[in-house]
Structures are given as structure tokens and as C-alpha cells.
């Protein structure tokens, strides 16, 4: 049973930075890929980056190239997000996500609780 649990989410202002964890369980973390994807409010769910089992080959959305860096420590089954100058429009509930970003928006099972990321001044 794919167990994931996101923290580190929080309220910043613009420019500001946050890091999210994201604790993994019940599956071969060091065996799959991993994403972040994001959902504000009334909107659709947003692939936000992914990195392959091994860590190498990340790759993000345009939306958050340069910005954000995304990193694993398969030795803590922990993916992390690493999030600087940050803008309003990052306002979004976090999710860690099992799978690249072919399958993750295709399966909600696997994705852990969230976490809030709120960016206003």
C-alpha cells in the first residue's frame, strides 16, 4: 500500500522560499520515479517536476524551471522540493506523487494528503 506524507508546506510571501518532504512507505521508493504535482483551486492538477529512481534526469514544468529543485534520498525513502522566489501564482496544494509525469496525473491513488503552499504579501 503506497504510503506518501508531504510537510514543509506554509504561508510566504512573494520571493520567499520553502522546502517540502515528502516521507515515502509500502513500495520500493529506490525502484520508481517520483513527482511533485500541484492543484489550486479550481483548477486542474499541475505536473511540477520529476525525477527518475536513481535521481538523476530531473525535469520540471516551465512554470517553475529555475525556480524550483527537486531531490531524492532513496537511503530515507524521502523526495524532496525545494522551492525559491516564489509567486503568488504558486499558491497550490503540494502533492508528492508516485510515477513520472506520463502516469501521475492518470492515478490519484497514488499521491500522499498534500501539503498548502500559500504565497501572498
Known amino acids: 500500500q503506497v504510503q506518501l506524507v508531504e510537510s514543509g508546506g506554509g504561508s510566504v510571501q512573494p520571493g520567499g522560499s520553502l522546502r517540502l518532504s515528502c516521507v515515502a512507505s509500502?513500495?520500493?521508493?529506490?525502484?520508481?520515479?517520483m513527482s511533485w504535482v500541484r492543484q489550486a483551486p479550481g483548477k486542474e492538477p499541475e505536473w511540477v517536476a520529476g525525477?527518475?529512481?536513481?535521481?538523476?534526469?530531473?525535469e520540471y514544468a516551465d512554470s517553475v524551471l529555475d525556480r524550483f529543485t527537486i531531490a531524492r534520498d532513496n537511503a530515507k525513502s524521502t523526495l524532496y522540493l525545494s522551492m525559491n522566489s516564489l509567486k503568488v501564482e504558486d499558491t497550490a496544494r503540494y502533492y508528492c506523487?508516485?510515477?513520472?509525469?506520463?502516469?501521475?496525473?492518470?492515478?490519484?491513488?497514488?499521491w500522499g494528503q498534500g501539503t498548502q503552499v500559500t504565497v501572498s504579501s
Open positions: 506523487a508516485k510515477g513520472s509525469r506520463l502516469v501521475v496525473l492518470k492515478n490519484r491513488n497514488d
Open positions: 525525477i527518475s529512481f536513481g535521481g538523476g534526469y530531473p
Open positions: 509500502g513500495f520500493a521508493f529506490n525502484g520508481n520515479a
